[in-house]
């Protein structure tokens, strides 16, 4: 497997950072350096994380949630239904897209209950294991299912706050 690194500057949320962006077989993720950062949790810091529901409006929660978590040392990949691209950063489609070049350990939802429903399928074809349903997208359709298959579901309070990202 290859790995490389470029760095450049971002903008995002007001914030200012260093970044470097690591290509591991063709798959881009955010890595922060130089940049105010946040303490991360011990259960999360060595995650993959898939941020669901990411488009390049700043303004929308999944952008922030995503580039929040860059910005504090997470590796973590953007997934949304349209695609494309944020600040040079491709964004998947689906799961199954982004597992194809690297699975996920943790899926956070931030989508509405009805997408949050067919991520939860996704996540169970998959074999993911863990999904964190930010407020909002919980579903409890969702939950009853995620939970049936063995996936540990946490869906009680922002991913951001509980890991003092935000």
């Known amino acids: 497997m290859t790995t490389s690194e470029t760095s450049k500057k971002i903008n ?8 470097r962006i690591r290509v591991t077989a063709g798959t881009k993720s955010l890595l922060c350096v130089n940049a ?23 303004e929308k929660f999944g952008h922030r949630i995503f580039f929040g978590l860059c910005e504090a040392g997470y590796n973590v990949f953007p997934v949304g239904v349209r695609g494309g691209e944020v600040k040079g950063v491709k964004i998947f489609k689906t799961l199954a897209e982004l597992s194809q070049k690297q699975k996920p350990d943790l899926v956070i939802t931030v989508v509405p209950p009805a997408g949050t429903d067919k991520i939860v399928d996704d996540c169970i074809n ?7 349903m930010q407020p909002g ?6 939950i009853k299912k995620a939970e049936a298959a063995g996936i540990k579901v946490t869906q009680r309070g922002c991913f951001m706050v509980f890991e003092g990202v935000w």
């Not at 105010?36 to 700043?58: E, F, L, Q, T």
């Open 12 to 19: 995002s949320a007001e914030r200012r950072a260093d970044v």
């Open 36 to 58: 105010s950062m946040h303490p991360i949790s011990n259960m999360m810091k060595d995650k993959i994380i898939a941020v669901a529901g990411v488009n390049d409006n700043p």
């Open 137 to 142: 997208s919980q579903s409890p359709e969702g």
């Open 126 to 132: 998959l074999g993911i294991k863990e999904i964190w």
